[in-house]
């Protein structure tokens, strides 16, 4: 039977319950046939059960509706003049991302069915269709809608919870970036993410995005050193049929699918120079042309980039356009590697054992203070991905409730502790537990200072103490490193 080659994963019977005639209401259905009276027959076949319905008697007819209302089930004649079903099916997968196209074929066209169907379309009805099956096959579609809108929402319910929440840090050097963030993120600027692989750029153009007001539309995202060179161009602005050997329908890109929305576009570094230009005409016009195409097509994208490269030394060996640079950099956020973020080591840890911890369903473990001191002591040249890979492998191979040395993988289990920064050089209050007072303070207003750029009286305001004490204090910590080197060369 035909509609017995529903795809799998469409026809899983855990798509919902039974809808309601109410429930069906909320589903607005397009039903394209060019022979009238087939179309009153389903229409009023799915009316009954309380569909809303419209009917369209020809293909262009069908096509125009399309680009102008919103469906959530088109549901099409295979065969007809001018627009057929298979460009219903691009049209509609196009216009209606989040609609299912059903297809009413004769025997005849069975194959061009089965091929639709790779192109996305939910599934093919053999004509004749009785209205119990007609009846049946729609609610499988709709329910399929129902269930992508619910997992939508449920989505984007976590996003909210984890927008800026879900980024976990405890260092000064990452208030400063979540600062800029919260300053940047509901605004439209074009932002660029730099820092090492694995500092977590990924996520904070989530969360940019998911903390602005493009927030209900979709960020899509680009990996252009994912793409191979010559299909970049694609990837972004999409192409018609046969553009190339292969393109064997049109196709949407990224920007375009982004619309009204963000554009994700990681490891913008790699982008080839032709593409580069490209993309810098699109930033300036905000209009894309689809690959094969002259017709531009206007787009409504914030554009937030990301890399691990140095852009500014490309701009300057010619490998990166200048131009394009400065559009791309309108802001820049910029991600410290682990190593300079020390205080996040630790927060770090108790987040992604927990998590671990649950997602593999082991009993409570914690880290040893052996471990937790050579996680703190790591260089971690693959940053927080690294500390995330080296975590789930120690919550994996726990097998006695205690995440101690037995358990670390050979990097740190290898590490040669002279090798590690001595404790005096690692900033952070975990390192400093245990030490006199005096210590304490003295590492406070170093670390202060530093961060107030060297600005004294600024470092004072901030520690809530007078100008001078913070001078004596200066003075004391300098007359005791004289005294130590002082005492250094005598010997
Ligand atoms: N501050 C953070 N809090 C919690 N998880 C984080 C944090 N930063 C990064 N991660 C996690 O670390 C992993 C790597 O982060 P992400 O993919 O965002 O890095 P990236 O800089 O984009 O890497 P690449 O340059 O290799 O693409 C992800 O699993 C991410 O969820």
């Known amino acids: 039977m035909a509609d017995s080659t529903l795809p799998s994963a469409k026809t899983d019977s855990s798509l919902g ?24 027959a389903m229409t009023e076949s799915l009316e009954r059960v309380g569909y809303r319905c419209t009917v369209a008697t020809s293909g262009p007819e069908g096509a125009r509706l399309i680009e102008r209302e919103t469906f959530h089930v088109v549901i099409t004649d295979m065969v007809m003049n001018d627009i057929d079903g298979m460009k219903i099916l691009a049209l509609a997968r196009k216009r209606l991302p989040d609609c299912e196209v059903l297809l009413v074929t004769g025997h005849a066209s069975v194959p061009i069915a089965v091929e639709a169907m790779q192109e996305g379309a939910f599934t093919f009805m053999e004509k004749p269709i009785t209205p119990q099956r007609l009846r049946a096959v729609t609610e499988k579609a709709v329910q399929a809608v129902r269930l992508r809108q619910q997992n939508t929402e449920l989505r984007q319910r976590l996003d909210e919870r984890f927008g800026f929440e879900g980024i976990i840090y405890a260092s000064p050097e990452m208030q400063q970036v979540i600062d800029r963030l919260k300053r940047i993120a509901p605004t439209d600027a074009t932002v660029l993410i730099t ?15 998911q903390n602005s007001p493009r927030r209900n539309k979709r960020i899509v995202e680009l990996n252009t050193r994912a793409v191979s060179e010559h299909l970049v161009e694609s990837e972004l602005f999409g192409h018609v049929k046969g553009a190339y050997t292969d393109a064997v329908s049109d196709r949407v890109g990224a920007f375009e699918y982004a619309n009204g ?48 490269r140095p852009l500014e030394e490309m701009v300057e060996d010619g490998s990166f356009r ?17 190593r300079d973020r020390r205080d996040d080591i630790i927060p770090l840890m108790d987040h992604f054992r927990k998590s671990f911890l649950k997602r593999h369903a082991k009993p409570t473990a914690h880290f040893t203070p052996d471990v937790t001191k050579r996680f703190f002591a790591y260089q971690w040249p693959g940053n927080i991905r690294q500390l995330r890979n080296f975590v789930e492998t120690m919550v994996v191979l726990d097998n006695d ?53 060297g600005n004294r009286e600024e470092a004072a305001r901030t520690l809530g103490i007078g100008p001078r004490t913070l001078y004596r204090r200066l003075d004391e910590y300098k007359k005791l490193e004289q005294g130590d080197d002082a005492e250094g060369s005598e010997e």
């Not at 319950?17 to 009153?40: G, K, M, V, W």
């Not at 820092?195 to 995005?209: L, N, W």
């Not at 490209?278 to 914030?302: A, F, M, S, Y």
């Open 195 to 209: 820092g090492e692989s694995g500092t977590g750029k990924e996520m904070i153009a989530q969360a940019i995005h």
């Open 17 to 40: 319950d039974e809808l309601t005639e109410a429930s069906r209401a909320e589903y607005s259905l397009l039903i394209i046939d060019n022979d009238p009276a087939h179309a009153r």
């Open 401 to 453: 409730g205690s995440l101690g040395e037995d358990d670390l993988p050979p990097e740190l289990s290898e590490q040669v502790p002279e090798d590690a920064p001595s404790p005096n050089m690692v900033s952070g209050p975990v390192n400093l537990i245990g030490k006199p007072l005096a210590t304490i303070e003295r590492w406070a207003i170093e670390e202060t200072l530093r961060l107030s750029g």
């Open 322 to 338: 200048n131009d394009l640079y400065f559009r791309i950099k309108v802001v820049t956020v910029t991600l410290p590697p682990l």
């Open 261 to 308: 929305g963000s554009l994700f576009l990681d490891e913008v570094g790699d982008m080839p120079m032709s593409t580069q230009i490209k993309l810098l005409r699109v930033l300036e016009e905000h209009e894309i042309t689809r690959v094969g195409d002259n017709k531009p097509i206007k787009v409504n994208v914030r554009l937030i980039s990301a890399t691990n």
